[in-house]
């Protein structure tokens, strides 16, 4: 069975630019989550999506957006980057399943903003 | 005060060691506790899950749960060279709609041949 894709595997953008990132989940998998992970903070939840609705969200700014495909693809967006954006952004194909969900996580996107 | 507290490391064992990793959290409706295992350039892989007090043993690795004190840990047996990597813990209060992860911030530990 094929892992979770993300794309592109690096990034450079400049202050102001925005930004689109792609999640493909492993076959199967209806529900994505993203995550943001930088040394300061960790990693830190964005947002999650099931059957393309969102049903969680992090606390951050309106300018991160996200979307679900009906092939459960997901892609997330920041607009108007700032320098504090920069981060490795985590998408994990989530499994249901007794007694809970299980996250499985692909290799990350690394966005660095100028 | 953070929901997860995890020890900031970095740590260094020589092979052979017995490891013991920890987390501590504030948040009583935390049901379910995972680590996770991420190697440099790599997404964190999951390690072991448990969602009740005690012990989980999976070959060299044991997770420990202790709802009463909010305290869970990692032991690691024989710990290889294989094993350096960051160690973060994550726990969530319930499944389904509600099941995001809170995260530690991660421990890298350094195994020494």
């Known amino acids: 069975k094929a892992g979770v894709t993300q794309t592109p595997r690096y990034l450079i953008k400049t202050r102001g630019q925005q930004v689109t990132l792609s999640c493909s989940p492993i076959?199967?998998?209806?529900?994505v989550s993203w995550y943001q992970q930088t040394p300061g903070q960790g990693l830190q939840f964005l947002f999650e999506?099931?059957?393309?609705?969102?049903?969680n969200k992090g606390n951050f700014p309106g300018r991160f957006s996200g979307r679900q495909f009906s092939n459960s693809r997901s892609e997330m967006n920041v607009s108007t980057l700032e320098l504090g954006d920069s981060a490795l952004y985590l998408c994990?194909?989530?499994?249901?399943?007794?007694?809970?969900?299980?996250?499985?996580f692909g290799p990350g996107t690394r966005l660095t903003v100028l | 005060q953070k929901e997860v507290e995890q020890d900031p490391g970095p740590l260094s064992v020589p092979e052979g060691a017995i490891v013991s990793l920890n987390c501590t959290y504030s948040?009583?409706?935390?049901?379910?506790f995972m680590w996770y295992r991420q190697y440099s350039r790599k997404g964190p892989e999951l390690l072991m899950y448990?969602?009740?007090?005690g012990n989980k043993e999976d070959g060299r690795f044991t997770a420990q749960v202790d709802k009463s004190s909010k305290y869970i840990s990692l032991f690691i047996r024989d710990s290889q060279p294989s094993d350096s990597a960051t160690y973060l813990c994550?726990?969530?209060?319930?499944?389904?709609?509600?099941?995001?992860?809170?995260f530690g911030k991660g421990i890298t530990l350094s195994v020494r041949p």
């Open positions: 994990a194909s989530i499994s249901t399943g007794s007694p809970t969900d299980t996250q499985y």
């Open positions: 994550a726990m969530s209060t319930a499944t389904g709609a509600n099941s995001k992860l809170t």
């Open positions: 948040n009583s409706a935390f049901q379910y």
């Open positions: 448990t969602y009740s007090s």
């Open positions: 999506y099931f059957s393309e609705t969102q049903r």
């Open positions: 076959s199967g998998h209806r529900s």
